[in-house]
């Protein structure tokens, strides 16, 4: 969110941050909006039933054009009309070490724990299921011999910085369709 910020502020960004939205209070993220001055919500799933949770999260990005996942953690049931408008990243290349409980340092674990050589970020559009949606954009680092997760989430979340804004910004000019689960890119 910060990330996305600062390029907007910076001019390289043709977008704009109409509201964050938290279900956690306790969140980072929560301060670090207030601070920047950026409209923030906070949605607790707790005293709410589901459908409320749900209604709730709906209502609070009422009118977006595109709606951005960063650490979200719980599952938004994405309205129709919101459809191939909402986009996550997911610091692995999915649809490997993807799924519910599957983020920031469980993912890069998982990743070392499988021996792999490759690692990275993948920018998707939402449906219904965690992790899961045709893949707009993958950024791609090696696993070395010696990372632990934390030093491979660094390499990650590198590339999570530049994926993100790029994408968003395709998204801006036009230039990303989805048809189906088919993500095209226009020139």
Do not use: K
């Not at 749900?54 to 049931?77: K, N, P």
């Not at 799924?99 to 219904?128: K, L, Q, W």
């Amino acid at each position: 969110m910060l990330n996305i910020h600062d390029g907007i502020e910076a001019g390289a960004l043709h977008a704009r941050i109409g509201v964050v939205v938290c279900s956690r209070p306790s969140a980072a993220g929560v301060e670090r909006a207030r601070a920047r001055g950026l409209p923030t919500q906070v949605i607790e799933r707790a005293g709410l039933n589901e459908a409320a949770f749900q209604r709730r999260l709906t209502e609070a990005v009422a009118g977006a054009d595109l709606v951005c996942m960063a650490g979200f953690l719980s599952l938004w049931r994405i309205p129709q009309d919101y459809l191939g408008r909402v986009i996550n990243i997911h610091p692995a290349l999915l649809p490997d070490f993807g799924g519910p409980g599957m983020y920031g340092h469980r993912v890069h674990a998982a990743v070392i724990a499988a021996c792999r050589t490759e690692s990275g970020c993948t920018v998707h559009f939402c449906d219904n299921q965690y992790d899961h949606g045709p893949i707009i954009l993958q950024r791609r680092v090696p696993v070395l011999t010696t990372d632990t997760p934390d030093t491979l989430a660094a390499r990650v979340f590198e590339q999570e910085c530049i994926a993100y804004p790029q994408v968003i910004e395709l998204f801006c000019e036009d230039r990303i369709r989805l048809e189906g689960e088919n993500v095209h890119m226009l020139d």
